[in-house]
């Protein structure tokens, strides 16, 4: 994930120096990839908790 933000932050610094209406183009992209992959972790995170709770309760 480290990686990933070092990534990241190169490119937004790199996209700085171009046209103001790419960038956003390029940060909006970005914006629903991130949310995609919160949703994801989001949905992993309560299967696990739903799986503690059946594994406490057994």
Same mark, same amino acid.
């Given at each position: 994930?480290?990686?990933? +933000?070092?990534?990241? #932050?190169?490119?937004?610094? *790199? =996209? &700085?120096? =171009? ?12 914006? &629903?990839?991130?949310?995609?992959? +919160?949703?994801? &972790? *989001? *949905?992993? $995170?309560r299967n696990r908790? #739903?799986?503690? &709770? #059946? $594994? =406490?309760? =057994?």
């Amino acid at each position: 994930m480290g990686r990933i +933000a070092v990534v990241y #932050l190169s490119f937004v610094s *790199k =996209t &700085n120096g =171009t046209i103001r209406g790419g960038y956003m183009r390029q940060q909006r992209r970005w914006r &629903n990839r991130h949310e995609s992959v +919160a949703i994801a &972790n *989001k *949905k992993h $995170s309560r299967n696990r908790v #739903l799986r503690d &709770n #059946l $594994s =406490t309760t =057994t």
